[in-house]
């Protein structure tokens, strides 16, 4: 099973930017035989459930939580690195963020990189 490694998170105030990066243990984004599922930014925030925030697949479709639709941009190379652009940051986006492959059995989570979000 392919694990992730993040990194970019930090602290910033309200309004602010951050680009988070995750790396895949193998080059999985060469060819869609590589990569069958989507692949996508989770979050979870201190007491909630870790949620989807972002995703896209072999195909370049995404997909984006309400919460961060047009303030979030989700992309990847074509060799094994995902990105999370945000902007616009809020309060509310603070959580430890993790790279995943979108679907029900995966649970290789990594240590995630942590977002603060406050003035």
């Known amino acids: 099973q392919v694990n992730f490694v993040e990194s970019g998170g930090g602290w910033v105030q309200p309004g602010g930017s951050l680009r988070l990066s995750c790396a895949a243990s193998?080059?999985?984004?060469?060819?869609?035989?590589?990569?069958?599922?989507?692949t996508g930014w989770y979050r979870q925030a201190p007491g909630k459930q870790r949620e989807l925030v972002a995703s896209?697949?072999?195909?370049?479709?995404t997909y984006y939580a309400e919460a961060v639709k047009g303030r979030f941009t989700i992309s990847r190379d074509k060799i094994k690195r995902m990105f999370l652009q945000m902007t616009d940051l809020k309060p509310e986006d603070t959580a430890l963020y993790y790279c995943?492959?979108?679907?029900?059995?995966?649970?290789?989570w990594g240590q995630g990189t942590q977002v603060t979000v406050s003035s």
């Open positions: 995943a492959e979108v679907h029900a059995h995966f649970n290789n």
């Open positions: 193998k080059n999985m984004f060469i060819t869609s035989a590589a990569n069958p599922f989507p």
């Open positions: 896209i697949n072999s195909d370049g479709e």
